[in-house]
């Protein structure tokens, strides 16, 4: 058998992945027989062993060897121990029953007179503890605390101490007096700090106190600790610290950290206990922000964690200031580790210091510049957070820029900077409809082609809703005559989002545009004409340009162009695609008609408004009128503004020309009957929850309880304005998501009266609800909710 060398040099040689995994099989075979050996020499079993690491490092099974690293622990020979402690410490873990093997031999090395055994076995047992493991030996632990004044042991007792708390809360009754033994004791080394500040997190980081013996003792001893603290911070900040610990010209930044970290777990924890060094923590705080040199990693460090501390506290306002002041700093450095962290701080903090953040606008602005995506992505997220009405065109302006620069590697981006800009003109009353719309052309002339259905569906709704005819015609005219015009026209030919606005225009505005420069029927009928033939096999487009020859046919005089039209619509009788096979025989019928049946059918889109929503701090609610759909299917339906399931609870609906949600709800049986559950306790709306529908019947509130991997839960309360019998509430999600309705708690309720309703959403892309709501006597209210939650 060879060497561990040579055996990785051939696994490294192998040329194939056939070879590599045959070469592997053998080794892993030759080493299974080996060790089955009783008569294997030490050192040969050791080699074994050393591969057999090798096979764990390069993720083979390695199970059959477990027993071997036990025996290896057993042995007296300290070189022995140790790789059977290093092999059980990789190969096991707190799950396997192989572990109360170790329970004797642990309990011996323990009291090994030698202390590098002694500090194996810590080790192993930090390691591997479990909760029965843990009850076993802590005595032995416990014992190493009170004699040992060996500082290496006593850290490592500590640092097993703190493994074995996390394991076993209720030890954390036996171990807390030992930190004030550590912070006092006559040879507390950087190392002993470091096992009590471990020791303190797990004690601070037991979720309920009050289950474990001896609670106010223990928080008496925490706080007790805090002064200690405090002042060894303070003096690890000061000219005189120990030259032995120095790192860079910076006093052993990696105990400052965790100083850092354990003092902010301890005022989270036990804040009234700690209340009066409050005023020595603000102090501390203030001269390590104040007189730390910037240019330094460790440096940085230690202030990235004081920023962290400050804000988690909420310490007073100037500290604040001061710490986002570090946060800029730290956006101009050239290390993108630091121009990370404070963009991820400045998006948590921007709620509590919304000011601060905006006045550093500039430093945020270039990092959307920044090579690394991961900055870029951050920075897009900081920037939506800051917009407000006082800087959304200088703000909206630099994310203009940033598309402009962006290529197709940045799709992710460009959607979600396209998606949230919709979302902030949805939200926020934007008076200047022309500029708000000529910001979108700019965006779709660049990125288009990078465009959802939802996003373009949104543009249409924007477009379709202005109120002054005259800002829809210049704006119509300039699109389509940029369109038009083949030597300015640089739009490139994969831009499908340009091509279905240009289009949605013609079938819709072609009248307000005829008779200007450039807009003619044969242009107009050209136009469609090229895109039919050119772009034949995007069905999407050609259902676009169907309807929008259909339209045009109303608005035109040409008699050529008539027909043309015609034999557009007329081509794709026989289309492969169904769709647009049943939607151009549809048409062909009605082209055929008297102008006025047509002109019946083929009105103008009315006002389109869904009651967009954002849940976010900093939102504010924008209401759009929602409007009847078209009897034939207008342009707006190809692009529904909400991709919808079929809903939970279904009930036919008899009315000429339905609603928005007519498709959804449609059923021809009538709906289920739903069992309602006996309410066993008061329901109540969370302070949490968002007002998502009001009016003079029922007042709707929404909470997402969880949101994460794909997965979404959410919470409808619904309370009563007045007398309701029999609610039905209705529910629908996008395409990309499938949704489990549960039942309400009540269907029937007085004023006042609370009902609750959950939701679970599978799936992916933002989380939007359509509601619908039934109730005796006719009542039937509907609204559009959009939360900050992405799936």
Sequence with gaps: MGSLRTFIKDVRSAKTLADERSIITKESAKIRTKLKDDHLSLSKR???????????????????????????????DFENKR???????????????????????????????????????????????????????????????????????????????????????????????????????????HGVLFGALQLLQSIMAVEDLSDIDDQNKIVDAVAGAVPDLLS???????????????????????????????????????????????????????SLCSHAEQSKNGTNAILYEAVRTIFALKLEHKLRIQAIDILAIFLTSKDINNKYVALNMLTQVVSTEPQAVQTRRKFISKCL???????????????????????????????????????????????????????????????????????????????????????????????????????????????????????????????IGWKLIIVWVIGEYAELMLGEPGVTDISLTNYLSSLNSFYSDDHKLIGYILT?????????????????????????????????????????????????????FLEPMPLIVTTIRNSGPSATNATRKPSLPDPIGDLLSDIPQTQSLPAVAVKSVNTKQGDLLTDIFKSSSPPPVQKVPTPTATVTVPAGATEMHHSNLVQVFGSVVSSANGKA???????????????????????????????????????????????????????????????????????????????
Aim: net charge negative.
């Design 46 to 76: 050791r080699k074994n062993i050393h591969k057999l690491l090798y096979l764990y490092v390069l993720g083979e099974k390695t199970h059959f060897a477990q027993v071997e690293c036990i025996n290896l622990i057993a042995s007296d």
């Design 83 to 189: 790789l059977g402690y290093l092999a059980a410490m990789l190969l096991l873990d707190e799950k396997q029953e192989l572990l109360t093997l170790l329970t004797n031999v642990l309990n011996s090395d323990l009291c090994h007179p030698t202390k590098y055994v002694v500090s194996l076995a810590l080790c192993a047992l930090g390691t591997l503890a479990s909760v029965e493991l843990a009850r076993d030996l802590h005595p032995d632990v416990e014992r190493i605390l009170q004699t040992s004044q060996d500082p290496y042991l006593f850290k490592k007792a500590l640092q097993c101490a703190a493994k074995m708390v996390a394991r076993d809360s209720f030890l954390a009754s036996i171990f807390y007096p030992y930190v004030r033994r550590a912070l006092s004791h006559e040879l507390s080394t």
């Design 232 to 286: 060894k911070l303070q003096l690890l900040n000061t000219p005189s610290f120990t030259p032995e610990y120095d790192a860079v010209g910076v006093a052993d930044p990696f105990l400052q950290v965790e100083l850092l970290y354990t003092l902010r777990r301890i005022f989270e924890k036990v804040p009234d206990n700690v209340s009066r060094y409050s005023g020595k923590l603000v102090s501390v705080l203030s």
């Design 369 to 495: 510049f920044d090579p690394d995506a991961s900055i870029r992505r951050r920075a897009l997220e900081l920037t939506f957070a800051i917009i407000e009405d006082s800087n959304m065109k200088d703000t909206v302006e630099e994310l203009v820029a940033f598309l402009t620069s962006s290529d197709g590697e940045d799709r992710d981006l460009i959607v979600y900077t396209v998606e949230h800009l919709l979302n902030i003109f949805g939200m926020r009353e934007v008076a200047d409809e022309r500029w708000k719309l000529t910001v979108l052309i700019r965006i779709l002339k660049v990125i288009g082609q990078h465009m959802t259905v939802e996003i373009i569906s949104e543009i249409l709704v924007m477009l379709n809703n202005i109120s002054d005819v005259a800002t829809k015609k210049e704006i119509g005219l300039q699109l389509v005559q940029f369109s038009l015009d083949k030597e300015q026209n640089n739009i490139s030919e994969d831009n």
């Design 548 to 600: 929008a020859a259909l339209k045009l046919s109303l608005k035109i005089h040409d008699p050529a162009c008539f027909e043309r039209l015609r034999q557009l619509i007329k081509s794709h009788d026989r289309d492969t695609d169904l769709i647009l096979q049943t939607k151009a025989v549809h048409y062909g019928i009605l082209f055929s008609q008297p102008a006025n049946i047509k002109k019946a």
């Design 713 to 791: 839960e959410v919470e409808l309360f619904f309370k009563a304005k007045s007398r309701i019998t029999q609610l039905h509430v209705l529910v629908a999600v996008a395409k990309t998501q499938q949704l489990t309705l549960g039942a309400l708690t009540n269907t029937n309720m007085n004023p006042g009266d609370i009902t609750c309703q959950s939701l679970q959403v599978v799936g992916t892309g933002a989380l939007k609800l359509r509601v619908k709501l039934e109730a005796s006597g006719g009542v039937t209210e509907q609204f559009d909710h959009k939360f900050n939650a992405i799936l």
